[in-house]
């Protein structure tokens, strides 16, 4: 069954850094683009980036545009976002989401989720 | 970036009631619209594109609309329902979703 999960959440201090990953099993990981989408109880859900399958292709939003920056290893069926400067407003569950088109497409909508880390970004 | 208003932020409702929510986009976004079902302390779960059931979704749920405004109706409420659930839009990055609506139990 199609698993993701993502590891590396903590407590980090403002202006800091962190890299999150995100395990993927069950599936052909190499064929589907993938997204990261954080959630925080005041902002709700908001969808950070995006990775082509090939990892050619990356969008960011533009809350995190220069400082988060999306990476993909096929040979470990991995995903990861390392992230920079980071922000009090950065603190949220972290997903990462899996794109419902396979095969060298994308739909722009997730049709698996992580289980979400979290990260605090507090002094 | 496209906008999407969802309403009510919150209902409440009885086992066995319909419940219709709707979703209205700040521009034309054909059909890209879908629908998550969202339980505490878990991630979201996809039910629906704009008007198709994901697999494994119950019948009771479906979805409607195009252009700016969509719906998701409920048309008897289980206890298994009872959670938040989100529109997002997938028409064009940056990929928005809605505040969410808030299902609980009357």
């Known amino acids: 069954q199609v698993q993701l999960v993502e590891s590396g959440g903590g407590v980090v201090q403002p202006g800091g850094s962190l890299r999150l990953s995100c395990a993927a099993s069950?599936?052909?990981?190499?064929?589907?683009?993938m997204h990261w989408v954080r959630q925080t109880p005041g902002k709700g859900l908001e969808w950070l980036s995006f990775?082509?399958?090939?990892?050619?292709?990356?969008y960011y939003a533009d809350s995190v545009k220069g400082r988060f920056t999306v990476s993909r290893d096929d040979s470990a069926n991995t995903f990861y976002v390392q992230m920079h400067m980071l922000r009090t407003d950065d603190t949220a569950v972290y997903f990462c989401?899996?794109?419902?088109?396979?095969?060298?497409?994308?739909?722009?909508?997730?049709?698996?989720w992580g289980q979400g880390t979290l990260v605090t970004v507090s002094s | 970036d496209i906008q999407l208003t969802q309403s009510p932020s919150s209902v409440s409702a009885s086992v066995g009631d319909r419940v219709t929510i709707t979703c209205r986009a700040s521009q034309d976004i054909n059909r890209w619209l879908v629908w998550y079902q969202q339980k505490p302390g878990k991630a979201p779960r996809l039910l629906m594109t704009?008007?198709n059931l994901q697999s494994g979704v119950p019948s009771r749920f479906s979805g409607g609309g195009s252009g700016q405004d969509f719906t998701l109706t409920i048309s008897s409420l289980q206890p298994e329902d009872f959670a938040t659930y989100f529109c997002?839009?997938?028409?064009?990055?940056?990929?928005?979703f809605g505040q969410g609506t808030r299902l609980d139990i009357k």
């Open positions: 704009a008007s």
């Open positions: 069950g599936f052909a990981f190499k064929n589907y683009a």
């Open positions: 997002q839009q997938a028409h064009i990055f940056p990929l928005t």
């Open positions: 990775i082509s399958y090939d990892g050619n292709i990356q």
């Open positions: 989401a899996r794109d419902a088109a396979n095969s060298g497409t994308h739909w722009n909508y997730f049709d698996f």
